[in-house]
C-alpha cells in the first residue's frame, strides 16, 4: 500500500499517506448546518429555583453574621499574603434575580473591599464568602462595574449594611413562570462564557457580528450526538489518542475522543500526527485548529490560508454544555469570496485525497500536489497506476477529482506544503522549516499562482 522512493538525499516520501476509507458520506458540517439551533444552549443542566433559593439563603446568612474575614492567599507573582476584606454588599442577579423557575446557575455580585493587604483574587474571594457551593459564580464588584466585564441590570440587593433583612430581600424577588432565562446578546452562543478562556466579552459580540454578517460560520454539535466508537479508527488515529492519553490530562483526552471521532468520521482530510501537539491545549488536525480545555475563541486564524475552521472543545463537565463548537468561514469572508470560482484537480484513494508523507530525519511533514486541470491530473493518475500495477498493487484505485471554493480551501489548510504549477508552497510553519523557507504561503500568493497558470493554460 506504500511506495517510497528516494528525494532529495535523506529525505524520502511515502505515497499514498493516509487511504482509509471514509466511515461516512457527506460533511458534518453541512449536514447540521440546517438542523441546529445555537440560540439556546443545547445539553446545559439547570437547576430549579428552590434548590438555588437554599444556596441563595446560606451564601446571605454568612455574610450578614460576618462581615470582616481573614484571607490567607497567595499571588502568583508576590508569593504569600495575608488580608482583611470586608463585604459592603450582596446582590443576586442573572435568571434568579428576573424570576425564572430554572437557572443555569445562581450569579451573585458581592462588593468587597480590603481593610489591610492587597485585595485577593476572585478565585480566593469565592472560595471565603461561597466556599464550594456548586453551581454558584460569585463576581467582584457591583452590579453597574464587576469582575465579570458585563453590568446586570436585574440585580436585586440582598443585604447591605443599610439593609440587612436578606430573609426580606429575598423573598421579595417575584417568581415570573415566563422570564427568558438568557438576557445578553452573548447568551446566544452555544457554550457559557465561563468556559472559555477570555481577554474581554467584548470580543464574543464581535464575533457575533461576524456571523450576523456571514464573515463566519458555525455548529454546536452536541457531545451525546457522537458516538466514539474507537473500534472504527485508523491505525493513525489510535496513536494518535494514546499519545494524549499519556501526554496530556484526563480531561484534555476525554474531550479530544470526541473530536477525533469527528474528524475521522467526516472529515476525509484528517491528518494524525503526534508531531502535531503545539501545546497542552491547542492541536492541528488537517485543516482544522483544535482548542481544548478553557479554550479560546482566535477567530482572525481564520484569515490565514492554512486554518479552514476552528474546533472548539470545552472540558466536559456536570453542568454542561458539552461538546464541540465548529467555526469555519461564511460566504462573506474575503478569503471565501475570492476562491469561490476557483477549481483545481488532485489524486484520491478511497475517497480520500492522495496525501505524501515526506521524512527528513526526525522531521516529517504531510504534502499534496494540484493540476490546474483535469487532464493533467489524469495523466498523472495513469503513471501512478502503472507504478502501483508493477508492484502488484492493482486493487487501490487512483481517481482524479476536483475542489472548488471552501472544499479547495479546506483541502489546502490540511496539508503542510502544496506542489502546483512547478512551485513549492508551504502552507504551515512546519511546512516552512522543512523547506527553509523564510515565510509560508499568503491567499493573494496562492491565487495568483493559479491566475497565472490559468492564464497560461489558455494561450
Not at 111 to 134: F, M, N
Not at 159 to 187: F, G, K, L, M
Not at 388 to 413: C, H, M, N, P, Y
Amino acid at each position: 500500500m506504500f511506495r517510497v522512493t528516494d528525494y532529495g538525499g535523506q529525505r524520502w516520501r511515502t505515497r499514498p499517506a493516509f487511504c482509509y476509507p471514509s466511515a461516512d458520506s457527506g460533511h458534518w458540517l453541512e449536514h447540521k448546518r440546517a438542523v441546529l439551533d445555537v440560540t439556546r444552549k443545547l445539553g446545559e443542566r439547570t437547576r430549579t429555583r428552590s434548590s438555588l433559593t437554599l444556596a441563595l439563603q446560606r451564601i446571605a446568612a454568612r455574610i450578614a453574621s460576618q462581615q470582616v474575614y481573614e484571607v490567607e492567599w497567595s499571588d502568583r507573582l508576590f508569593g504569600a499574603q495575608s488580608s482583611r476584606i470586608r463585604v459592603e454588599g450582596l446582590w443576586v442577579a442573572g435568571s434568579y434575580a428576573r424570576g425564572a423557575l430554572d437557572c443555569g446557575d445562581l450569579d451573585v455580585i458581592a462588593k468587597v473591599v480590603s481593610e489591610q493587604g492587597i485585595l485577593p483574587w476572585r478565585a480566593t474571594i469565592s472560595r471565603t464568602l461561597v466556599g464550594h457551593a456548586p453551581d454558584v459564580r460569585l463576581y467582584s464588584g457591583t452590579p453597574e462595574k464587576n469582575s465579570s466585564g458585563v453590568s446586570f441590570p436585574e440585580a436585586r440587593l440582598v443585604w447591605s449594611p443599610a439593609e440587612p433583612n436578606w430573609q426580606a430581600a429575598i423573598s421579595a424577588i417575584t417568581v415570573d413562570p415566563s422570564a427568558a432565562r438568557y438576557s445578553r446578546r452573548t447568551d446566544a452562543l452555544p457554550v457559557r462564557t465561563e468556559q472559555l478562556y477570555l481577554d474581554n466579552l467584548d470580543a464574543l459580540e464581535q464575533l457575533l457580528d461576524l456571523k450576523l454578517n456571514q464573515v463566519i460560520d458555525w455548529v454546536w454539535l452536541p457531545a451525546d450526538e457522537i458516538s466514539v466508537r474507537p473500534e472504527t479508527w485508523s491505525s493513525d488515529a489510535r496513536e494518535f489518542a494514546d499519545s494524549l492519553r499519556q501526554q496530556r490530562g484526563k480531561k484534555t483526552h476525554s474531550v479530544m475522543q470526541f473530536v477525533i471521532q469527528y474528524h475521522e468520521q467526516y472529515d476525509n482530510c484528517a491528518i494524525w500526527d503526534r508531531s502535531m501537539f503545539s501545546d497542552k491545549s491547542s492541536f492541528r488536525v488537517g485543516g482544522s485548529q483544535v482548542f481544548a480545555g478553557r479554550p479560546p475563541v482566535q477567530v482572525e486564524l481564520l484569515n490565514e490560508i492554512w486554518c479552514s475552521s476552528l474546533v472548539v472543545a470545552p472540558h466536559l463537565s456536570r453542568r454542561g454544555p458539552n461538546g464541540l463548537w465548529i467555526i469555519s468561514r461564511g460566504v462573506n469572508h474575503p478569503i471565501e469570496q475570492a476562491f469561490r470560482e476557483r477549481t483545481l484537480y488532485y489524486l484520491e484513494m478511497g475517497k480520500r485525497p492522495w496525501i505524501v508523507q515526506e521524512i527528513d530525519g526526525w522531521r516529517r511533514i504531510h504534502s499534496l500536489e494540484l493540476f490546474r486541470s483535469g487532464k493533467h491530473a489524469e495523466k498523472v493518475a495513469t503513471k501512478e497506476r502503472s507504478e502501483l500495477k508493477k508492484v502488484g498493487q492493482e486493487e487501490f484505485e487512483i481517481d482524479v477529482a476536483a475542489a472548488t471554493g471552501s472544499e479547495l480551501l479546506r483541502l489546502i489548510a490540511a496539508v503542510d506544503v502544496i506542489e502546483f504549477a512547478s512551485a513549492r508552497l508551504a502552507i504551515s510553519r512546519d511546512g516552512m522549516f522543512f523547506d527553509d523557507v523564510t515565510e509560508r504561503a499568503s491567499a493573494d500568493t496562492l491565487l495568483a499562482l493559479i491566475d497565472g497558470a490559468r492564464g497560461k493554460s489558455r494561450r
